[in-house]
Structure formats: C-alpha cells, structure tokens
C-alpha cells in the first residue's frame, strides 16, 4: 500500500509541473503542425457526411458566419491571421447547440446553435471564442499535457504497473484534464 502512495504522490508532483509548463504555453506543436493537423481534421470531417453534415445549397448562410467571423480577425488580437486558414463551416444539425475550432484556425458552427441564438452580437462573441480556442493553441495545448503525463505516468509506473496504481493515474490525469479543458474554455471568453 505504501509502494501506491508513494506512486501517486510522485505522479502528482510531476504532472502538476507538467502541467504548469503547458500553461504558461509550452507547446510541442508548431504553428505548422497546427495547420497540418487542422488540415486534416478538416477532411475527416467532410468525409464524415454522418456525424458531421455539412450544410449544403445555403449560401447565405455560410456567408453570413463568414462575414461575422471575418469582421472579428480583422482585431489587432487575432495574431496568428497570415498563419492559419481560419475558414468557417456550417453543420447542419439543428439539435446541437454547439459550434468547435480545430487548430489551424477550423471554424465550425451548428445550425442549432444559429437558431437558438437571439442576435448576430450573441453569434459572433461564439465565433470569436471558437477563434480564441485557435489562437490560444489549446488543442495542441492540452495534447502536449497529454503526452507529457502519458510519459511520466509510463516512467513512473513502469511496464507492468499494478491495477490499483494504473486507475490511480488515469483519474488523476483525466481530473487534471477537465480542470485544464475548462480553463481554456475561461481564457477563450
């Protein structure tokens, strides 16, 4: 039992500075790596026609996000503007009240979420955390986290790790990661 404890407090220790290297944006990914993954997180989406339909033969629509999400990068804010795509597309499912970025600078907003909104102002402060989320790097942000633990979770535990100690890690680790997920979520607002 001591030999657990003593692997959690370990993992504690270096997962929270592992962590606190990742936000103060210690970031393994390039802004090229961003764009390659968001490149590619892109395709599987329109191949995804099931999960993810794109909304189609509505123009207007699509213009419409468009014109709203060009305005906001048009900000002295937006830094990362000649880097990433920052490309704008509709999913067209009206129950999801939701909108997502890729890196890269993806942008993608659900017709739920375009209907349940009041005014053009509520629809662009959602745009503008969505781009907020590309230009703060959170994705590859909170994937460098991820590596980081898994590594000292597999140096610490070592090959063969005890039930007890794994489940002890993974909690720890999946905590730390919500916690991490809503302070970006904070930092985008």
Do not use: C, H, M, R
């Given at each position: 039992m001591k030999k657990h404890i003593a692997y959690f407090v370990i993992l504690v220790f270096f997962a929270s500075a592992n962590f606190s290297c990742a936000s103060i944006g210690f970031n393994i990914f390039s802004d090229s790596d961003d764009v390659k993954l968001g490149q590619q997180l892109d395709q599987e989406i329109r191949n995804n026609s099931t999960e993810y339909p794109i909304l189609q033969n509505r123009p207007d629509v699509k213009s419409y996000v468009e014109q709203i999400g060009l305005k906001i990068l048009?900000?002295?804010?937006?830094?990362?503007r000649g880097v990433y795509a920052y490309t704008f597309e509709i999913i067209h499912d009206d129950n999801t009240i939701n909108a997502f970025a890729?890196?890269?600078?993806?942008?993608?907003?659900?017709?739920?979420?375009?209907?349940?909104?009041?005014?053009?102002?509520?629809l662009a402060s959602v745009v503008a955390h969505e781009i907020a989320h590309a230009e703060r790097r959170h994705a590859t942000q909170r994937l460098t986290k991820?590596?980081?633990?898994?590594?000292?979770?597999?140096?610490?535990?070592?090959?063969?790790?005890?039930?007890?100690?794994?489940?002890?890690a993974n909690m720890f680790t999946g905590l730390a990661f919500l916690a991490n997920s809503r302070a970006d979520e904070t930092e985008s607002d």
């Open positions: 048009n900000s002295p804010e937006i830094k990362k890729t890196p890269g600078g993806y942008i993608y907003v659900y017709t739920g979420l375009i209907k349940f909104l009041d005014n053009e102002a509520t991820y590596y980081g633990a898994s590594l000292l979770i597999s140096i610490i535990l070592g090959e063969s790790p005890s039930q007890l100690a794994e489940i002890t």
